[in-house]
């Protein structure tokens, strides 16, 4: 139905710019990690000097572990609000159930920095929390743990990722026959057994995707520890970002880059197939 | 309605426990965005409780930041250069991906959406590495340069669902009845697909507007509005990032309402057209 022209007009612009300003970036990427630096300049001398490096030097796997960390906490926090608000909405909210999606969403749509910038004014040792509890007489000196602590960066990306984490479960809850549910009633099982029985496991393709979407974004994230994290929370991406400025070392610092991306990408290849096998369940 | 069971009438019992904790939870969804707003007024500074003597003095100093309306100008700028860029290129690698057979199709969908599940940081990176090694200087080009490829992604999503979503047979009558391809693809296809442009278009001006993690690394002497407030954040905050912050949010609500207008107002009027029909 359409002609070669047509053909040929709608694919290749997209060809070219993105070979041009996504393939190539990437590429180059990549070379940079095999090569190194020489009295401060970058040299194309092929090696696999960064690797080693990320193998032997212990802080490079500690930082990734404490990264993992994080992000294994953010996606648990973010599964424990968003699976129960998914839960009640999809299946108690009755009328009000569009308003509520919505007031969902709206946080979705304010800006990543404005909500790091709000806990930042919450958590600081005269912040908002601070001043309420010294105002309520729990603490007279101010608390200086909130601020600039893991704790922090979880509770902030937290935030942000919960209503990521509950689009996809809402969507996946809304996807189960409500007649499963009827008849697993109707043949004597209480609420309990239904939902770990029936719900649960019909869901899981949402929670799979929703807890990917919080861990791997959690992953890469170089801002949150910037913001509110502070030293005890450098993640694997200020490592890069480090070794891209002051430390200035672009070679390994793609290399880590390469790691990451590597990581990221098999995590979600293995949830995709993950989900499509549970789906057909 | 049947008789009701004892399951069924379990099933509809609503439960308290769990809309309470589904109100803690929205509650922590907006606590921060409220508190953000309420100390935009407080003249004493961005912490303390309760906060007190409320006032619009950190509006009138935002207003006259000429800094940060600068770096709004940019930000605009950059937003409307990537909306253009990417919604062009995200329809053209939609249709294509549609329609068209080539070799590398597979890969080129894979490439076009990875930078919407990688961490902008390594697209960011990468298009340093770009940049420097083709010798272009750091500035609003290459942010939005790097905005636009990355949006493709967003754009192409959008517009590919819009497609699948289109019936065939309109072109094909379209063509049928003499009209060139040009023809059919302004009054037929672009038509048809007004409604994921507009959405696909305000999501990706707001993710511009918002974007730091490519913008970080792309980003030349002039900055961003994210930029010029992270720039802010360094150096002691006061009010007035509050204020600025609050401005940002009533936008983006704005923006969300303008959207879901869009939504409604074209799902009514699908549905008026159902009901004409005989």
């Known amino acids: 139905m359409y002609s070669r022209t047509y053909k040929s007009i709608v694919s290749l612009p997209p060809i070219l710019w993105v070979g041009l300003f996504l393939l190539l970036p990437y590429a180059l990427m990549f070379a940079h990690s095999f090569w190194m630096v020489r009295n401060g300049l970058i040299v194309h001398q092929w090696n696999l000097r960064n690797y080693a490096a990320l193998l032997q030097n212990p802080v490079y796997l500690e930082v990734l572990f404490r990264t993992a960390r994080i992000a294994a906490g953010v996606t648990l926090l973010s599964l424990l609000l968003g699976y129960p608000l998914a839960y009640y909405m999809s299946f108690h909210a009755g009328v009000r159930k569009e308003l509520l999606y919505q007031l969902v969403i709206v946080p979705l749509w304010v800006s990543y920095l404005v909500r790091g910038y709000a806990w930042k004014t919450i958590l600081g040792s005269d912040g908002v929390l601070n001043g309420f509890l010294q105002y309520v007489h729990i603490t007279h000196v101010p608390v200086s743990f909130f601020l600039y602590s893991p704790f922090a960066v979880i509770l ?10 509950f689009l996809p479960l809402y969507a996946s809850l809304e996807h189960i026959p409500r007649n499963l549910v009827e008849a697993s009633h109707d043949l004597g099982a209480g609420s309990r057994a239904t939902f770990l029985r029936v719900i649960l496991p019909l869901s899981l393709p949402g929670l799979l995707a929703g807890a990917t979407f919080a861990f791997v974004l959690t992953l890469g994230d170089f801002l949150a520890p910037l913001l509110v994290g502070g030293p005890s929370s450098v993640m694997i991406a200020n490592i890069v970002q480090s070794l891209f400025g002051t430390a200035y070392d672009w070679p390994l610092g793609a290399a880590i880059s390469v790691c990451i991306l590597l990581l990221t990408v098999s995590l979600l290849f293995a949830t995709e197939r993950l989900e499509k096998r549970w789906a057909f369940r | 309605m049947g008789v009701p069971m004892n399951g069924s009438t379990q099933a509809l019992r609503r439960p308290t426990v769990l809309a309470v904790y589904s109100l803690l939870v929205f509650a922590f969804l ?3 965005i409220v508190v953000l707003i309420l100390y935009s007024f407080n003249r004493d500074g961005v912490g303390g409780f309760p906060p007190k003597n409320l006032t ?14 600068d770096s709004v100008l940019n930000s605009l700028l950059v937003a409307g250069g990537a909306v253009v860029v990417s919604l062009t290129l995200g329809l053209l690698a939609a249709l294509a991906l549609d329609r068209a057979e080539f070799p590398g199709k597979s890969i080129l969908r894979r490439l076009v959406l990875l930078p919407l599940i990688l961490p902008g940081i390594i697209t960011g990176l990468s298009l340093l590495m770009f940049a420097v090694s083709v010798n272009l200087q750091l500035s609003l080009l290459t942010v939005f340069l790097g905005h636009g490829t990355a949006l493709i992604s967003v754009a192409t999503t959008e517009l590919f669902a819009g497609l699948q979503k289109m019936d065939r047979a309109q072109e094909e009558a379209s063509l049928d009845l003499g009209a060139t391809p040009w023809q059919t693809f302004w009054r037929v296809t672009l038509p048809n697909l007004k409604l994921s442009l507009v959405s696909a278009g305000l999501l990706i001006f707001t993710l511009s507007m918002d974007e730091i993690a490519v913008t970080f690394f792309l980003i030349g002497r002039d900055n961003t509005l994210p930029l010029e407030i992270w720039a802010r954040l360094r150096r002691g905050i006061t009010p007035e990032i509050n204020a600025i912050s609050t401005l940002i949010f009533c936008v983006s609500v704005i923006l969300i309402l303008i959207w879901y207008r869009i939504r409604t107002r074209n799902i009514g009027s699908g549905a008026q057209e159902l009901l004409e029909r005989p």
């Open chain 2, 30 to 32: 907006y606590l921060p």
């Open chain 2, 56 to 69: 619009f003095h950190w509006y009138r100093l935002l207003f006259n930041d000429v800094a940060i309306w």
């Open chain 1, 156 to 165: 902030m990306l937290t935030h942000i990722y919960t209503p990521f984490v």
